[in-house]
T-cell receptor, first 116, second 113 residues
Framework: GNSVTQMEGPVTLSEEAFLTINCTYT??????LFWYVQYPGEGLQLLLK?????DKGSNKGFEATYRKETTSFHLEKGSVQVSDSAVYFC???????????????FGKGTKLSVKP | NAGVTQTPKFRILKIGQSMTLQCTQD?????MYWYRQDPGMGLKLIYY???????DKGEVPNGYNVSRSTTEDFPLRLELAAPSQTSVYFC????????????FGEGSRLTVL
């Protein structure tokens, strides 16, 4: 079945450090891939997405490239800020897939803490 | 600019009590969802709805019920609360099934003692 695996946290970085959060997936067909972010005390919100192989999603300085050959969608940012402290979720949507997992399958989340 | 609104934000229940978590959205989305979030476990889908009058079970539906009488509202009912239902609950909605962009409420933290 479809699944998403992301690196376990927590990840602690100093301000201006480089960030990578790994995400790999298993899916039938050609899924769309997403990164969601959850700031403390809030719901999840979409950070970026990519809908086909080799697409790069980007937003707020974050980037992720859809790599079909390695079934990966790693999240990167060149210089993190304290305000980036949050939990990051990788997710996939396998178009047309339904059933008990719904339309979006989430990874377990990676908590990022950025220290000044 | 309300989006998805959940109430209450916090609630403590005793074992065996019942309650309803309210969720309403003002974006005219057909699709609505209830998730629970347990520490280190990500999000688990409880129930979802593809339109008014249509609901379906997610991965972890036991102990919960839902209804969808209008496009806007999607309440989640907990019957006979158990400690295993202690969690943070999120309601979400989306315009399409395949677009992948879900809009989430701020969450409802429920503790069952």
């Amino acid at each position: 079945g479809n699944s998403v695996t992301q690196m376990e946290g927590p990840v602690t970085l100093s301000e201006e450090a480089f960030l990578t959060i790994n995400c790999t997936y298993t899916a039938t067909g050609y899924p769309s891939l997403f990164w969601y972010v959850q700031y403390p005390g809030e719901g999840l919100q979409l950070l970026l997405k990519a809908t086909k192989a080799d697409d790069k999603g980007s937003n707020k300085g974050f980037e992720a490239t859809y790599r079909k050959e390695t079934t990966s969608f790693h999240l990167e940012k060149g210089s993190v800020q304290v305000s980036d402290s949050a939990v990051y979720f990788c997710a996939l949507s396998d178009q047309g897939y339904g059933g008990s997992q719904g339309n979006l399958i989430f990874g377990k989340g990676t908590k990022l803490s950025v220290k000044p | 600019n309300a989006g998805v609104t959940q109430t209450p934000k916090f609630r403590i229940l005793k074992i065996g009590q019942s309650m309803t978590l309210q969720c309403t959205q003002d974006m005219n989305h057909n699709y609505m969802y209830w998730y629970r979030q347990d520490p280190g476990m990500g999000l688990k889908l409880i129930y979802y709805s593809v339109g008014a009058g249509i609901t379906d079970k997610g991965e972890v539906p036991n102990g919960y019920n839902v209804s969808r009488s209008t496009t806007e509202d999607f309440p989640l009912r907990l019957e006979l609360a158990a400690p295993s239902q202690t969690s943070v609950y999120f309601c979400a909605s989306s315009y399409s099934w395949t677009g992948g962009e879900l809009f989430f409420g701020e969450g409802s933290r429920l503790t069952v003692l």
